[in-house]
T-cell receptor, first 114, second 112 residues
């Protein structure tokens, strides 16, 4: 185990639903991240949080809304998603300088949008 | 635009041989380069990090090189084992710390 947990592991939702993905890290890291991994596409960085403050938003549509209440927890709120949003959503954490150090990934949430 | 290329075709090698995976990049001046391993249905696992001023890094059976002139990193696994079979991802980070870009990964299959 990497010390980063994600729930749920699998999620199926309709385009009109609202759901949330949860990530928790037990490593005492200062930074947390959301990534999207679609079939046959590279891993894409979505959001970056440093000490619960958002520092990066890589042109992600507003139907994805992150929330970081503290340095250990990260949420991704989903609403009115499209079928092309179906993917593996990965959470990661790291310590120290953002994006320059080893990242610890969770197991991911496999999302299917119908 | 920035581009990272990893061989999208699977690499098949015999157990005991050295596996060499390539990561090429264009329109990018990375300060750090990382290699990860990803097994099906799981998140990536960090393997090695190399900085732009380092030519080579080793960890047990793993070796990474970083040539900023050729804009290329090579990832070697010596004495490969079937358990090394996985997808290997390279990722490039800039100095500003606001971007980490992943390659598409190369699938390695080590046959007994």
């Amino acid at each position: 185990e990497t010390g980063v947990t994600q729930t749920p592991r699998h999620l199926v939702m309709g385009m009109t639903n609202k759901k949330s993905l949860k990530c928790e890290q037990h490593l005492g890291h200062n930074a947390m991240y959301w990534y999207k991994q679609s079939a046959k596409k590279p891993l894409e960085l979505m959001f970056v949080y440093n000490f619960k403050e958002q520092t990066e938003n890589n042109s992600v549509p507003s139907r994805f809304s992150p929330e970081c209440p503290n340095s250990s927890h990260l949420f991704l709120h989903l609403h009115t998603l499209q079928p092309e949003d179906s993917a593996l959503y990965l959470c990661a954490s790291s310590q120290g300088e953002l994006l320059k150090n080893e990242q610890f990934f969770g197991p991911g949430t496999r999302l299917t949008v119908l | 635009s920035q581009k990272i290329e990893q061989n999208s075709e699977a690499l098949n090698i015999q157990e005991g041989k050295t596996a060499t995976l390539t990561c090429n990049y264009t329109n990018y001046s990375p300060a750090y380069l990382q290699w990860y391993r990803q097994d099906p249905g799981r998140g990536p696992v960090f393997l090695l990090l190399i900085r732009e001023n380092e030519k080579e890094k080793r960890k047990e059976r793993l070796k990474v090189t970083f040539d900023t002139t050729l804009k290329q990193s090579l990832f070697h696994i010596t004495a490969s084992q079937p358990a090394d079979s996985a997808t290997y991802l390279c990722a490039l980070a800039n100095n500003a710390g606001n971007m980490l870009t992943f390659g598409g990964g190369t699938r390695l299959m080590v046959k007994p």
